[in-house]
């Protein structure tokens, strides 16, 4: 009676071995391509669609996009023989790119594309041969009364709110309002905009894609001791899924009053028509 069981026991493990090796068989794998990359160059990816999201491996691999060219991600290695990591792209047609990255002193290839074609090339934004119609929007926009209310952040006597949202052609306008209460002026840094997961877990990597401005209107560098000022910061349409969110940042240079701003998708569902002749 043993040695039956002890059969029949193998032919059950023998039967679900074989379906979980046909269930991988007939999964597909996408292909990693190796990536070559070095300090003081940095390496160009053109992709056929604009770049979607980009998640590295290690922050020993530097990432960004090119402003107004959305299908180029620009890499380059933060320090020397750093240990093998890997790097994913996802593009807006839903493609995802995989990268497996070492670092090389002297890089082949500098310049890589994945178009079809044999010559690469670049897809800028429309709204760089829109920024007339931009700038009177914005104009107009910095005239215009307060339309958000709730949305602010204080740190050290400096205060962030958004004052008004907008949309107009697919380009967001972010009315953002700076006030200083103290004698201290307040150098700015940095504005940026990012998409963020909402629970970010131990075990995984935090996924972040990162908004970068088509227009800005405004005083971007300084707010001067007890002044308040606006400006006005145009980004190319989005929305934000469930478990994710918009993260504003304004970041103080040499200094620690940086300031934040969360805002979820029912916020950016109530931006008002940017028609210039709509705006009061």
């Given at each position: ?23 991988i ?13 070095t ?78 074609e ?5 897809t ?11 700038n ?10 307060k ?48 998409i ?13 894609t ?20 606006t400006c ?5 349409k ?43």
């Amino acid at each position: 009676m043993k040695w039956n069981r002890v059969i029949v026991n193998g032919i059950i493990i023998a039967l679900f071995a074989t379906k979980s090796f046909a269930q991988i068989a007939q999964a597909s794998f996408i292909q990693s391509y190796h990536l070559n990359i070095t300090c003081n160059k940095t390496t160009n990816l053109i992709f056929p669609f604009a770049v979607q999201s980009a998640d590295r491996g290690s922050k020993d691999v530097l990432i960004q996009k090119v402003k107004d060219a959305e299908n180029v991600l620009q890499v380059k290695a933060d320090k020397a023989n750093f240990t093998e990591t890997n790097l994913t792209v996802i593009t807006t047609d839903g493609k995802l790119y995989s990268f497996i990255v070492e670092y090389a002193s002297e890089p082949q290839q500098m310049n890589i594309s994945f178009m079809k074609e044999t010559s690469a090339s670049v897809t800028f934004s429309e709204t760089i041969s829109n920024e007339k119609t931009l700038n009177v929007i914005a104009q107009k926009i910095d005239k215009s009364k307060k339309t958000m209310h709730g949305i602010n952040d204080k740190h050290d006597a400096m205060q962030l709110s958004l004052k008004g949202l907008y949309i107009n052609n697919d380009v967001f306008y972010f009315q953002l309002s700076l006030r200083n209460k103290s004698f201290i002026s307040y150098d700015i840094d940095a504005i940026r905009f990012f998409i963020r997961d909402r629970q970010k877990s131990k075990r995984t990597a935090t996924q972040e894609t990162e908004i970068k401005p088509s227009y800005l209107y405004g005083n971007i560098k300084n707010v001067k001791g007890k002044a308040t000022q606006t400006c006005i910061i145009a980004l190319p349409k989005f929305t934000i899924p469930d478990a994710k969110y918009l993260s504003v940042q304004v970041l103080e240079k040499n200094g620690g009053r940086d300031l934040h701003l969360n805002l979820q998708n029912w916020h950016i569902m109530q931006a008002k028509p940017a028609d210039p002749k709509a705006i009061e």
